[in-house]
């Protein structure tokens, strides 16, 4: 095997720049997604579906996988699916803002 294949993956430093979830339960805010710890992210209650979360890295990176979890215990709207997109460009967030569920 491949001794990148062997080398452990290390999560990388990231702010998030929008998330259209309408706000978030108190603690548990969108940047909490990209921790890479125990933490979550909880969506306001009703929000349980296509909810963005627009991330930036600290600095630029390949990046060859993403990592999506559910917390253990606790919380009424698991994560069912996730598509991971990557761009050098920060996209429009207006745009973003048009696809949200209560619009």
């Given at each position: 095997k491949s001794q990148l294949l062997k080398t452990p993956r290390k999560t990388l430093e990231a702010t998030a720049l929008f998330a259209d979830d309408g706000g978030?339960?108190?603690?548990?805010?969108a940047q909490n997604a990209l921790s890479g710890g125990p933490e979550c992210w909880c969506t306001r209650p009703g929000v349980d579906r296509n909810v963005d979360l627009v991330?930036?890295?600290?600095?630029p990176a390949l990046v060859t996988a993403f990592r999506f979890a559910n917390p253990e215990a606790g919380y009424t709207m698991p994560l069912k699916d996730a598509v991971a997109l990557a761009s050098f460009d920060v996209?429009?967030?207006?745009?973003?803002r048009k696809y949200d569920?209560?619009?």
């Open positions: 978030h339960i108190a603690g548990y805010p991330a930036e890295l600290a600095t996209p429009n967030l207006d745009d973003n569920d209560d619009q």
